[in-house]
């Protein structure tokens, strides 16, 4: 990861100082990432409105937006988005440019964990033509995580031939989508193909494992993506990576995340702890939440307290805020946690409702440790 110095030495051109150092606000501005995963979310939020107004780029206009809509600030994360489909470069653009504008819009709301507002920048009808296949998945992608199964299988289906003879990656996105729809044999239909680059084997063994830990076999899973794991550089496991390889990285932080779940549930829970340490480090908000949740159930099993974790997790992510508080209350009196730690699962679950093989067996892994630790 590129270290605060780092950052601070490369921005010394462009503030210009004699004596070559940033400006107070300048310095502190490049600490919102910080401050916001150590759960200081209301305290990193004007330092991302300083940096994306200082140094108005998509990347930074769309890290501040993020952060508002967890702070559930939404109308004004809205204006942002706006801002950043206004774009210059956008003025001039035609129609398919412009969804495409709009879909890194919906990819960083998905991110963030709000699907239901990424489908408001992917139009019914945006990227349907066959040569924008990736548009069209996008959205499926956004219809399954916000619930809407039935309104996703109908265009999977428009759009697999094209799909099929694109590039591996929009294959193999395309099985994953089957997969989480319901279908899982047209998703293994997709994956027997030959799949030559280590990159995508790991793409395809990770894919597969849903379906292992949807059947309960939780040694298959580990083993699954303990090699999947291993299909790629280790240099991926990282805080940070180049640009071109996030979405490899994100994919192995959703591996280890599901890793660690599958460790845990054949007992395996130092290995699964080290695992979602790991995981936790990805920029989804769905798997940075699963993976915090589950050390959150290590911590109970180990007879630790759990606010500390919880708290930056509330502080985080706002949503969470609310349960946070209703499981540190039932843990430190020792009563049932059942609907605290429901309530705090369905918050999860809101970020991503494809995702039943992480949120339904997590459920169970809080539960075990919360009664555990009150024996």
């Known amino acids: 990861m590129r270290s605060l110095v780092a950052l601070l030495v490369s921005g010394i051109v462009l503030a210009g100082r004699a004596d070559g150092r940033l400006p107070a606000d300048r310095a502190q ?13 209301l305290t990193a939020l004007p330092l991302y409105q300083t940096r994306a107004g200082q140094s108005p780029t998509k990347a930074n206009r769309l890290r501040y937006a993020g952060a508002l809509m967890r702070a559930g600030r939404g109308a004004e994360a809205k204006a942002v988005y706006a801002q950043v489909c206004a774009t210059p470069e956008s003025a001039d653009v035609g129609a398919a440019d412009r969804a ?7 990819s960083n709301l998905l991110g ?7 489908l ?7 990227g349907e033509e066959p040569g ?9 992608r956004a219809l399954l995580a916000a619930g809407q199964t039935a309104a996703a299988r109908p265009i999977l289906a428009a759009v697999r031939h094209a799909a099929e003879r694109g590039a591996v990656g929009m294959r193999l996105e395309l099985a994953r989508a089957y997969i989480l729809s319901g279908d899982p044999s047209a998703g293994r239909a997709l994956l027997d193909g030959a799949i030559e680059e280590s990159v995508g084997q ?7 494992s849903d379906l292992a830990m949807a059947n309960g076999e939780w040694v298959a899973a580990a083993n699954s993506l303990a090699d999947a794991e291993h299909k790629v550089p280790p240099v991926l496991d990282r805080k940070r990576v180049d640009r071109a390889w996030q979405n490899v990285q994100r994919e192995l932080r959703a591996a280890q995340l599901r890793k660690a779940i599958s460790l845990w549930k054949i007992g395996d829970r130092r290995q699964a702890a080290g695992a979602a340490t790991r995981a936790r480090e990805s920029d989804q908000e769905f798997v940075r939440s699963a993976a915090t949740l589950l050390l959150v159930a290590a911590d109970m099993s180990a007879g630790h307290p759990v606010a500390p974790r919880l708290d930056v997790l509330a502080g985080h992510d706002r949503r969470f805020a609310a349960p946070v508080l209703r499981v540190e209350h039932v843990v430190a009196r020792a009563s049932d946690a059942r609907g605290a730690l429901s309530e705090l699962i369905a918050v999860l679950d809101s970020q991503d409702r494809s995702q039943a093989v ?6 169970a892994i809080l539960m075990e440790a ?6």
């Open 29 to 41: 501005m490049y600490l919102a990432e910080t401050l916001d995963a150590q759960g200081s979310l």
């Open 100 to 106: 495409r504008i709009a879909a890194v819009c919906a």
């Open 112 to 118: 963030n964990g709000f699907p239901e507002a990424a």
């Open 120 to 126: 408001e920048y992917i139009g019914a009808g945006a």
């Open 132 to 140: 924008e296949p990736a548009l069209v998945l996008l959205r499926c």
């Open 202 to 208: 790991m793409f395809r063994a990770s894919i597969l």
């Open 358 to 363: 992480v949120t339904s067996p997590l459920l």
């Open 370 to 375: 919360a009664q555990r630790s009150v024996r």
